[in-house]
């Protein structure tokens, strides 16, 4: 949803995560820390919290490459 929004409100952002709300805010306090999340200015002057998209797609591929090459090592029989 944030991803696709932009920027959303801490309640929208945990209604479809099934965790209490204090693991919720550990995790979102982790996320703000690796600069993926920053505060953002709603619509309706609210604050909530936007993506840094340039920090996601560099995670997002450096999970990918983390894939492949344990992919590539277990097809090669060296893990498992």
Not at 20 to 35: F, S, V, W
């Amino acid at each position: 949803r944030l991803l696709n929004k932009g920027s959303i409100s801490y309640s929208e952002l945990i209604l479809d995560i099934p965790l209490a709300e204090g693991t919720i805010t550990q995790h979102l306090n982790i996320m703000k820390k690796a600069d993926l999340l920053a505060p953002a200015v709603l619509e309706d002057g609210s604050v909530g919290y936007k993506l840094n998209k340039e920090v996601y797609q560099t995670c997002a591929e450096a999970g990918r490459r983390q894939l492949r090459v344990a992919g590539l090592t277990r097809r090669l029989g060296k893990v498992g």
